[in-house]
Structures are given as structure tokens and as C-alpha cells.
């Protein structure tokens, strides 16, 4: 069994002279963290004695498909992923997510419809893509709980909690466990897609969760943007993040959550937890794709 780094640490940290509390779930585990540690939860604890392949899908450079790859190694079970394209120089040169998910002997399946996967199979567990299901909801609740304990440890009346989003569960969980939870401090969480629009965004809420009580808040910017495509911005508040709080971040998901987060001041002039997701595996792809674009970092 992994030992995992719970609860894990929350820090202050000081961005553009602005204090901000940040729970470092990227910390958990070298090889299970963020999100995807907490969505995967369920069957990290449980036992699944008839249980002898994992298959999901998404991304060929998913946080989840690592992760899966990782718990499929410890239980001893085979992996499948399925994928809809690799790019040539993926293939040729792995890294990143994927090169550590084949390491771990991850199957890859490409042009290979969703449909075609075996969710029959008493022997074969399916996950949705990203961990999108109700079991991610029992790791979560463990988050919330320790958020939960953290605030009333430091009497804090009103939190405000900030996290980008792919298909939403984790804002979606953590909102509502906040809610039927014992808490008697007022505890928000807010969003913004990066995969999708806040249409989008919704409806996945809505297919895990129909009472919208229970749904966080979603705020955007005004200028839509692409995920996975390259933008200044994104890099420049990447870099000065690092620069002042001494945190990498994500490249995919953080630079937006930040910028959102920066944008809506009625958020953070109450106190406000930003909840480090993970997901650094990814930045091997990512940086250098910006470093090559971004050579001359003075005209950032």
C-alpha cells in the first residue's frame, strides 16, 4: 500500500502582495498526488479480489491515465487506455505522463472508438475519463474533511476555495461534502472550465449531481481559451509564480485558475484556499513547448 502524505500541508503564500492559503495535494505522493489521487481513493483502500484489468480514456497525456497506471502497478492488475490519436514525435519519444504510464506497463489502444472498450467483463474495472464517477466523491469527502478541520482549527468564519476544473467532479464533490459536512463556518468553492465552456461545465455537474445546491460557483475570463494551446499569458503568470512563491504549478490548468482567480477580486478580499492539483508530469511536454515559443523571455 502507498503511504500517502495525508492530511496534506496547507501554506500561506504571498502572490502580486495578496496572502493566499494553498493546500498542497501535489505533495500526497511522489507518484499519486493531486486530484487524481483523491478521485482514485476508492479503489486505492478497497479490495477487488475478481478485479484483473483497469480501462479508461482521455488524453494520451492525462494526469488520470498516469495515476491509473501507477494503481494498476501496486494492485497488479493490467491497464488499458484507449485514445482517439498519439502525435508522432509522443510516440517516438515518450514522456511525460505517457512515457511513465508505458513504463508502468500501461496498454495503449489508438483509434480505438470509446464505445468498443469491455464494460461487461466481471474482471474489468472501467473508469471514466479523468475519474469522472461517484467513487471519486468518497476521496474527496476526505478532502473536504480536512479542509473542514483546518478552518475551525484556525477559526476561519468565511473561506473561499479556488480550483481550476477539466470535467468538474472535484469542485463538484468538494462543494458538496462542504455542505452536508459538520461545519459551522461558511465554506465557498469556485471554479472555471479549462476543458470546455461553463455550459459545459455544467452539464457535468448535473450528470453527477442534479440538486444545484451543491454546485460550486463558476466565474471565467472574457476571452475563451483552447486547452492545451499555447498562451503568453499563461506562461508569464506560470514564471511568476514561481518566481514569488517559490510553488511550480501545473502549466495546463493553473495558469488559467490563476488568472481567473486574479480576476475576480470579490473572491480573495475574503480569505482563500487555492488547492494545488498536481498534475507536474505534464509540464515535461508543456515547457519546453513554451520555453522554444518564449525564447526571449524580456518581451514576455
Not at 487524481?36 to 488520470?64: C, E
Not at 480505438?112 to 469527502?141: F, K, P, W
Not at 455544467?202 to 476571452?223: A, M, N
Request: hydrophobic share 35%.
Amino acid at each position: 500500500m502507498l503511504s500517502l502524505n495525508l492530511p496534506s500541508p496547507i501554506q500561506t503564500v504571498f502572490f502580486e502582495n495578496i496572502p493566499f492559503f494553498l493546500k498542497r495535494d501535489d505533495l500526497i505522493h511522489l507518484d499519486f498526488s493531486g486530484n487524481k489521487a483523491r478521485k482514485f481513493h476508492y479503489f486505492l483502500q478497497n479490495d477487488f479480489p475478481h478485479i484483473k484489468m483497469v480501462t479508461s480514456y482521455g488524453s494520451p497525456q492525462s494526469n488520470a491515465m498516469y495515476s491509473l497506471s501507477v494503481l494498476a502497478k501496486m494492485k497488479g492488475w493490467k491497464f488499458r487506455y484507449y485514445v482517439s490519436h498519439i502525435p508522432e514525435y509522443l510516440k517516438k519519444h515518450p514522456h511525460g505522463n505517457y512515457g511513465k504510464a508505458l513504463q508502468n506497463g500501461m496498454l495503449i489502444c489508438e483509434k480505438t472508438a470509446v464505445e468498443n472498450m469491455c464494460h461487461s467483463a466481471v474482471d474489468v474495472l472501467t473508469i471514466e475519463e479523468g475519474g469522472r464517477q461517484q467513487e471519486a466523491a468518497y476521496g474527496i469527502a476526505l478532502l473536504a474533511q480536512e479542509i473542514i478541520d483546518w478552518q475551525e482549527k484556525n477559526a476561519i468564519e468565511r473561506l473561499n476555495i479556488f480550483l481550476p476544473s477539466g470535467t468538474g467532479s472535484t469542485a463538484l464533490f468538494l462543494q458538496k461534502n462542504l455542505l452536508t459536512l459538520s461545519n459551522r463556518y461558511a465554506t465557498s468553492v469556485y471554479t472555471t472550465p479549462c476543458v470546455g465552456d461553463s455550459n459545459y461545465l455544467k452539464k457535468q455537474f448535473s450528470e453527477l449531481e442534479p440538486h444545484t445546491i451543491f454546485h460550486p460557483t463558476i466565474v471565467t475570463l472574457d476571452k475563451k481559451y483552447h486547452f492545451g494551446k499555447l498562451y503568453k499569458e499563461n506562461y508569464k503568470i506560470w514564471l511568476k509564480l514561481r518566481q514569488q512563491t517559490g510553488v511550480v504549478f501545473d502549466l495546463l490548468y493553473d495558469p488559467v485558475g490563476w488568472r481567473v482567480l486574479m480576476a475576480h477580486p470579490e473572491i480573495y478580499r475574503e480569505a482563500t484556499l487555492y488547492i494545488h492539483q498536481g498534475g507536474l508530469l505534464g509540464n515535461e511536454s508543456m515547457l519546453p513547448r513554451y520555453e522554444r515559443k518564449y525564447k526571449n523571455k524580456d518581451k514576455l
